[in-house]
C-alpha cells in the first residue's frame, strides 16, 4: 500500500531564507509524485510533479523538488522565501498506472509554512 | 480558462437538513473525485467517478451520496447533516493520460456549516 509522510506539521522561516519541506513515500510501483499548496479557504494549486521523467522537476513560484529513489524522497525546496509562501503544503503520491483507483492520490498531512518577516 | 468550478463557496445548513454541493467542469476530464477536508487535515477522498461508473470509499458514511448526470457535473448529497460533517468540500478533475501522470485539478472548494 501506498503511503506518504511529511516531517514537521509545521515549518517557520524568515523571508529571504531556505525552504525545506520534506516528503518522503511508499509505493511498491513507480510512482507518480506532487506537491499542492493550499491557502486559506481556497482549493489546493498544483507547485510541481514527478512523473518518471527529469528527477529533478521545477514547478510554480521558484519551487522545485528532487525524486531521490533509494531515499524515497521527494523534498520541496525554494532558495528563498516570500512572505506569499505561507500556506499549507501536500504532498501526495498515486500509483504510475492509470485509470480507476489507480489515479487516486494519496495525501501526507500537510505541513503549515509559516513566514517570519 | 479551462476550470473546476464549485458553488456555493460558502453553504450553511441545520442539524438534518439535506444539502447539495455542486461542481461543474470545463476542462472535459473523464474522472472526478469529492474530497472531505476538515480544518489542519489532508483531503480525505469520499469517492469518485470514473466516466459513469461510481466508487465508493469503504469508509465513506451512507449519508453521503454522488449524482453524475454527465461528463461536467457532479454532485454531493449530504442527507441528513450533522455538526460533524462540518468541513470544506473539494472537487477534483482528472484524465487518464500519461502525459498528465494522475494529476488532479482542484476546484475552489465548498465551505459547509452546520448549524
Known amino acids: 500500500a501506498q503511503s506518504v509522510t511529511q516531517l514537521g506539521s509545521h515549518v517557520s522561516v524568515s523571508e529571504g531564507a531556505l525552504v525545506l519541506l520534506r516528503c518522503n513515500y511508499s509505493?511498491?510501483?513507480?510512482?507518480?509524485l506532487f506537491w499542492y499548496v493550499q491557502y486559506p479557504n481556497q482549493g489546493l494549486q498544483l507547485l510541481l510533479k514527478?512523473?518518471?521523467?527529469?528527477?529533478l522537476v521545477k514547478g510554480i513560484n521558484g519551487f522545485e523538488a528532487e525524486f531521490k529513489k533509494s531515499e524515497t524522497s521527494f523534498h520541496l525546496t525554494k532558495p528563498s522565501a516570500h512572505m506569499s509562501d505561507a500556506a499549507e503544503y501536500f504532498c501526495?503520491?498515486?500509483?504510475?498506472?492509470?485509470?480507476?483507483?489507480?489515479?487516486?492520490?494519496?495525501f501526507g498531512k500537510g505541513t503549515k509554512l509559516s513566514v517570519k518577516p | 480558462d479551462a476550470m473546476v468550478i464549485q458553488n456555493p463557496r460558502y453553504q450553511v445548513t441545520q442539524f438534518g437538513k439535506p444539502v447539495t454541493l455542486s461542481c461543474s467542469q470545463t476542462?472535459?476530464?473523464?474522472?472526478m473525485y469529492w474530497y472531505q477536508q476538515k480544518s489542519s487535515q489532508a483531503p480525505k477522498l469520499l469517492f469518485h467517478?470514473?466516466?459513469?461508473?461510481?466508487?465508493n470509499e469503504a469508509d465513506t458514511p451512507d449519508n453521503f451520496q454522488s449524482r453524475r448526470p454527465n461528463t461536467s457535473f457532479c454532485f454531493l448529497d449530504i442527507r441528513s447533516p450533522g455538526l460533524g460533517d462540518a468541513a470544506m468540500y473539494l472537487c477534483?478533475?482528472?484524465?487518464?493520460?500519461?502525459?498528465?501522470?494522475?494529476?488532479?485539478?482542484f476546484g475552489p472548494g465548498t465551505r459547509l456549516t452546520v448549524l
Open positions: 477534483a478533475t482528472s484524465i487518464t493520460s500519461p502525459l498528465l501522470g494522475n494529476e488532479q485539478f
Open positions: 509505493s511498491s510501483v513507480p510512482p507518480y
Open positions: 514527478y512523473t518518471s521523467a527529469a528527477t
Open positions: 501526495a503520491v498515486s500509483e504510475g498506472g492509470y485509470g480507476g483507483s489507480q489515479g487516486n492520490l494519496i
Open positions: 476542462l472535459n476530464h473523464n474522472v
Open positions: 467517478y470514473y466516466d459513469k461508473d461510481f466508487n
